[in-house]
């Protein structure tokens, strides 16, 4: 099982980048890793999913070092909409099975400020 | 397009009581299916997943259980309710592609008084 450990607060304010990092010292061979966004009293919302480098889309970029020991999850030019929790998944799958059984901690707190 | 539906949308139940939360997927087949708890404060528990109709792994022990009587419905159960399962239940599915994309539904807030 692969853990993860994020802030568990961040503050920004509207416009400015944010960047959430997350660490997987333990991260298998097999393993993507996901990134969700969670209101209050909503189910999470994927955002990106990436194995390694660089994946962007609409909404987010995530950037993964070589050693895919940690990842950063950048949210460009936020606002005020953008804060909620923001949780860091490292999928931990069976062997020959299509099966992910995703993890999810504490997450990052978000908060932008006008 | 899919669509995942859970109801009631919010339950309160006294200790002891039994409880049913339901979950249906829609616009999909043989999807993975799991159940997910959260209590105040806190991150998400996966409790119970499923990969096809009557197959059920738990995640954690407890009073809960789990069924798939058909290929789109999830149902989680217990025949007698603690103060410790209060909580926010969600439902997600995922599509059978190895990758851990998940797509929740709205929630049940459960209070167990």
């Known amino acids: 099982l692969a853990k993860t450990t994020q802030p568990i607060s961040m503050d920004s304010y509207e416009g400015q980048e944010v960047n959430i990092t997350c660490s997987h010292n333990n991260i298998a061979t097999n393993d993507y890793i996901t990134w969700y966004q969670q209101f209050p009293s909503q189910g999470p919302r994927f955002i990106i999913q990436g194995y390694k480098t660089k994946v962007t889309n609409e909404v987010a970029s995530l950037f993964i070092p070589a050693d895919r020991k940690s990842s950063t999850l950048s949210l460009p030019r936020v606002s005020l909409s953008d804060t909620a929790v923001y949780y860091c998944l490292v999928g931990d799958s069976d062997r020959g099975s299509t099966l992910g059984r995703l993890y999810f901690g504490r997450g990052t707190q978000l908060t932008v400020w006008p | ?113």
């Open chain 2, 1 to 113: 397009s899919q669509t995942i539906h859970q109801w009631p949308a919010t339950l309160v139940q006294p200790v002891g009581s039994p409880l049913s939360l339901e979950c249906t997927v829609e616009g999909t087949s043989n999807p993975n299916l799991y159940w997910y708890r959260q209590a105040a404060g806190r991150g998400l528990q996966l409790l119970f997943y499923s990969v096809g109709i009557g197959q059920i792994s738990s995640e954690v022990p407890q009073n809960l259980s789990a069924s798939r009587p058909q290929d789109r419905q999830f149902i989680l159960s217990s025949k007698k309710l603690l103060l410790s399962d209060s909580g926010f239940y969600l439902c997600a599915w995922s599509f059978v592609d190895g990758t851990y994309e998940q797509y929740f539904g709205p929630g049940t807030r459960l209070t167990v008084t």
